[in-house]
């Protein structure tokens, strides 16, 4: 996985003796620090030239990249149509989680049926704001059009509302596994599981990085 991302930065700098210029990337707010932190600290240290301008969002391919060089996205399902470079890297379970004091007002589903009567957490970044997508019978895909209470762009925001309460959330299961086992939330075991979240390296077509004939932008 980190390969993937390793080999696309240095694919930037290839054919240039010293890297200079800015480069702006994006990471997944919920995952991306802690997996790709390093990756991104090492390509610094490696480039000093080069002004690295990194942020954290859950931005899917769909969005486009027009502020963006480089960037790592999370999304559920087929890839959307995209003028950027996309490269797969790695998928994550998905599951469904909410606070124990929704369970105690709500109840915990069973079926995915019953999600789309219950307060939800939608993360608008990920697949055109419909990232309630399950797998059902046959590996066929499943998509519900839930009640949405509230509508955040990031994953660390669906996980921080969960927590308050707010409602049931689809999230990356390594994004709230500690949250899990301490008991501030609860994974809901439905009849169908979450689709598994793709994580994405998505590259401009047109990079901002120039050689040494170029200076910084």
């Known amino acids: 996985m980190l390969d993937v991302l390793d080999e696309t930065l240095d694919a930037l700098a290839s054919e240039q003796s010293r890297l200079q210029g800015r480069l702006r990337v994006s990471l997944p707010s919920e995952i991306g620090p802690q997996l790709f932190g390093a990756a991104v600290a090492d390509f610094a240290c490696r480039h000093p030239a080069v002004d690295l301008r990194c942020s954290t969002s859950l931005a899917g391919p769909e ?68 990232p309630w997508r399950f797998v059902g019978a ?25 927590r308050c309460g707010v409602g049931f959330a689809i999230v990356v299961e390594a994004a709230c596994r500690d949250l899990i086992a301490r008991g501030e939330l ?21 990079p901002a990085l120039a050689g040494d004939r170029a200076g910084v932008h």
């Open 63 to 130: 969005t486009g990249l027009e502020d963006l060089d480089l960037a790592v996205v999370v999304g559920r399902g087929d890839l959307p149509d995209s003028a950027c470079v996309v490269k797969p890297m790695l998928s994550l379970p998905s599951v469904v989680v909410a606070a124990p004091s929704v369970i105690a007002a709500h109840g915990s589903p069973v079926r995915i049926e019953a999600l789309e009567a219950l307060p939800c957490i939608t993360t608008v970044g990920v697949l055109e704001g419909r």
């Open 138 to 162: 046959g590996g066929h895909p499943t998509s519900l059009r839930v009640q949405e209470r509230l509508r955040v762009d990031s994953g660390t925001l669906a996980l921080a509302a969960a």
């Open 186 to 206: 609860v994974r809901v075991a439905l009849d169908r599981r979450g689709r598994a979240a793709t994580t994405l390296c998505c590259v401009s077509a047109a």
